[in-house]
């Protein structure tokens, strides 16, 4: 048994098989005093997901602090699944799974095969290049807002699609991240959720509040009259999505320009599983020019197409007047209005 694979991906079978062959079980992990590091390591893993969107990596050199991190995990997942959130659960999935992403890239092409594997995907390597059939790269890549990930630009070769170790890396990211979000919440009995309440607690007051901070905000902007392209940036990034760079400008450029400011952009980011409050900031107060003074203006129409960010273009997208984003919105928000006074008038 390799520990330290065990220990680092504390999903897989062999781990499982670590901690049972160190008299781990899930009853002892919640109660015994013995596991009192797992269990701080376990609520650190779930505190890190909700402020940092990332879980941290720690030296993982003896037996027993890898011990330590393996029980740790299902300590987090315990813990998660009592709070049943839907957005600490995607958030602490995706954080997992960065996590995973990042130590992969130390990893040769052979251990970054076996862990593909466990993740249930068909994956194998030539000459050091690592490659994944066709069927799971689209499941994998269509998240993924960026032409680099079309599958016309990928190098295929019978049925198997060429990666760099980078990319490959970053499509076992979304098939952890799916795996562990199909897997929570995990049924927890009602006597071991009793002991388990102060750290359920804990999280659960952290968790509000970080909501209640980036509360609800829309303002005036009407969201059912933006066009399709903003529609699914928002919804993209709302869902824990990764926007391309251009995408995330188009937005927050799109938005700051129908008047709302950094802080109602940020409480609309917010919302997303990968929300990191201070990245967030910077880029949000970069693009609507708190600081610098340089304001931006989102990009035309034809820019959003050759950046394949003009999704499902609607009849109104194809009138030759609606040349911009803006547009749209403005001629879609008047024509609701008219609607409107029309209905007033009868
Ligand atoms: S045509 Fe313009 S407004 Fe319509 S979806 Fe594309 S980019 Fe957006």
């Not at 079978?13 to 670590?18: I, L, Q, R, T």
């Not at 960010?309 to 919105?329: A, M």
Request: charged share 25%; with cysteine; glycine share 4%.
């Amino acid at each position: 048994m390799n520990t330290r694979r065990a220990a680092t991906y504390p999903f897989l079978e062999e781990s499982a098989a670590f901690a049972e062959s160190h008299g781990g079980d899930i009853v002892s992990l919640i109660m015994s005093p013995r596991y009192a590091d797992a269990r701080k390591r376990g609520m650190k893993r779930v505190l890190e997901s909700l402020y940092q969107s990332e879980v941290s990596y720690v030296p993982l050199i003896f037996e027993s602090d890898q011990f330590i991190e393996v029980m740790s995990y299902p300590y987090a997942r315990i813990i998660v699944s009592c709070v049943n959130d839907r957005f600490l659960t995607k958030r602490y999935a995706l954080a997992e799974s960065v996590r995973m992403n990042k130590m992969l890239r130390t990893e040769s092409a052979r251990e970054m095969i076996h862990i593909a594997k466990e993740l249930g995907i068909d994956a194998v390597s030539k000459d050091d290049k690592l490659m994944m059939h066709f069927t799971d790269y689209l499941k994998l890549s269509t998240r993924i807002k960026s032409i680099d990930w079309k599958l016309v630009n990928s190098e295929l070769f019978n049925g198997q699609v060429f990666l760099p170790n980078e990319s490959f890396g970053r499509a076992l990211q979304n098939a952890l991240q799916d795996r562990i979000e199909s897997e929570l919440p995990l049924n927890v009995p009602n006597e071991l959720r009793l002991a388990l309440r102060a750290d359920v607690d804990h999280v659960e007051i952290a968790l509000n509040e970080m909501k209640s901070r980036y509360g609800d905000v829309a303002g005036d902007v009407s969201v059912t009259e933006f066009p399709p392209c903003m529609r699914a940036l928002l919804a993209g990034t709302q869902n824990g999505l990764n926007l391309p760079h251009s995408g995330r400008f188009a937005l927050v450029s799109f938005l700051h320009a129908l008047g709302m400011d950094s802080e109602q952009i940020m409480a609309l980011f917010s919302k997303s599983p990968d929300f990191d409050a201070s990245k967030s900031a910077y880029q949000v107060r970069h693009i609507t020019g708190e600081g610098s003074g340089t304001e931006y203006t989102p990009p035309e129409c034809s820019t959003m197409k050759s950046y394949g960010i003009c999704f499902e273009p609607d009849d109104l997208c194809g009138n030759e007047k609606v040349v911009h984003p803006l547009i749209y919105y403005r001629t879609k928000t008047r024509s609701a209005r008219k609607d409107d006074t029309e209905e007033k008038k009868e």
